[in-house]
């Protein structure tokens, strides 16, 4: 089993800044993709970002330029720094891993699921 923990969630103002962190436990291989995805009420889950290669992230385009994706494999965990927040912004952020080394913008590409971090920003 693979065990998928999120923190750094948390309420600020627009323009503001958060950092999100997730863990991953169990039965993960440090090759594993992990992605950051989001969910706000009423609305589907959508990709946020996800790592490609040491030092590169594919994103959404409404976070382009705004938010930075980075995961440290050896101790499986993935980073969100995320920068001139918005209201839009605003959502439940999930992480989730798959076991292909291949990312995918698709929620259901992945296997495993954090149960999320709450991210609040107001205007």
């Known amino acids: 089993q693979v065990q998928l923990v999120e923190s750094g969630g948390g309420s600020v103002q627009a323009g503001g800044s958060l950092r999100l962190s997730c863990a991953a436990s169990g039965s993960i291989s440090s090759s594993w993709c992990m992605a950051w995805f989001r969910q706000a009420p009423g609305k589907e889950r959508e990709i946020v970002a996800y790592?490609?290669?040491?030092?590169?992230?594919e994103y959404a385009d409404s976070v382009k330029g705004r938010f930075t994706v980075s995961k440290d494999s050896a101790k499986n965990t993935l980073q969100l720094t995320m920068n001139s927040l918005k209201p839009e912004d605003s959502a439940m952020y999930y992480c989730?891993?798959?076991?292909?080394?291949?990312?995918?913008?698709?929620?259901?590409?992945?296997?495993?699921w954090g149960r999320g971090t709450k991210v609040t920003v107001s205007s």
């Open positions: 790592v490609t290669t040491p030092g590169s992230g």
């Open positions: 989730a891993t798959r076991a292909n080394r291949l990312c995918s913008g698709r929620a259901n590409a992945y296997n495993y």
